[in-house]
């Protein structure tokens, strides 16, 4: 556990102090994963820590529990009378090739047509498994990823460490930070019970990754303000992640919105995106004209296989990028399973959340105290790579939940009413807790509270 600690900490510049992490038990899996949630989420809360040393001198205790940090890499709402419509289309998934397996995700609309471009309409899985066992692994990778799909063959750790995209992993670190010139000044607004308060979060992040990273900063009394296109949604994941958000919409290839995007921008303090490493370029918006239209500001990007390499611009999320990296082979392997096995939840993308957050703090520090902006860039194949070099978990079971586990307070929320589970990190005197319950995309005009 330490190490892992360790290594994030060294990441993000933080300084090597240990953090107890309270509990027993582990989500059973081939890999730690239970300790990488409690060392991520335990390296956001001592950037928070080390914010509130440089602003007020006092250095607060920070606690991780290791079931809530486990519960909360899964979900950390508990509906009461309603349920969360489900996380995956129903031909999403993996499917054994000619001579292997491959993962397909189909869970936006436009992908699953990328992939029916390929393969012809499919009406179900037993359709779609028929015509992916007449293909070759990499060859159907290849022809779904071409068609602007999202899919990932199988491979091992070995293979994926012979691999150009898994060679140009490794020469990246874990969070890669730069530096920037440009400043602004502007005084601390926060306090010791709301540390970010008076910060405008501009989050262009979707599905769970970049949402973990503003959900965390919501619940530290941040401004967060995301945006959505016209057309997206993730129904299985809304009610998750929008806690503490306002949300609105805007079509950034239009003119009108485009300036309204451009004024949100110039008043942001922290932009979280996480679109594939050349989107925001191709839009107009690369880190040149963002830093033109915001100077000081912090930037934190998220990619799903790096930001270097011949796939830095391939699609790619959590569950690819566990196919790609060898995970879910290991998996398979430690399950002595006939099919592939993943980690038993989305640990690279929250974990990589919690890192973007740690990350956005760090260098919210820095600015207070130079005055400069900066950027940070992470990436899940990275967080995978420190995930399986940490080495095997364990099967040391947790607790189960109980209803000690959830907050008391009621969540109303559009769909119904619902609790939280407690938060899985103490900073003393600082309560993590959100001011807004969780909403639909676009309900919210997209302009600044």
Known sequence: MNDLLTSIQAALGLPHTSIPFTSSGALPSAFAVTDLACASIGAAGQAVAELLRH???????????????????????RPMGWQVPPLWDPVAGDYATRDGWIRLHTNAAHHRAAAESVLG??????????????????DLEHAVVEAKGCAAEMRSWAQWQ???????????SLVHFLAAQ????????????????????LDLTRVLAGPTASRFLAGLGADVLRIDSPTWNEPGVVPEMTLGKRCARLNLHDQADRAVFEGLLKDADILLHGYRADALEQLGFGVERRRQLA??????????????????????????VQMSSGIAEAGQRWKQADKPTPLPVQALDHATGYLMAASALRLLTERLNTGRGGSARLSLARTAKLLVEHGPGTTQALRAEDEQDQCARLEQTPWGPAHRLQVPVE??????????PATELGSRNPQWA
């Open 162 to 172: 012979q691999h150009p995209q898994g060679l140009a992993v490794n020469a990246e």
């Open 121 to 138: 309409a499919c009406a179900d899985r037993a359709a779609m498994a028929a015509k992916v066992a007449q293909w070759a692994s990499t």
């Open 182 to 201: 440009d400043e602004r000044s502007q005084a601390w607004q926060g306090s010791l019970a709301q540390p970010l308060a008076g910060l405008k979060v």
């Open 427 to 436: 900073i003393s005197g600082t309560p993590i807790q959100w001011a807004l």
């Open 295 to 320: 100077p000081g500001l912090i930037d934190v990007g998220l990619n799903a296989y790096g930001w270097s390499g011949p796939w830095q611009n391939r699609r790619g999320f959590d569950s690819l």
């Open 55 to 77: 602003q007020t001198g006092h250095v607060p205790a920070v606690e991780v529990d290791r079931r809530l940090a486990s519960f909360w890499f899964s979900s950390s709402l």
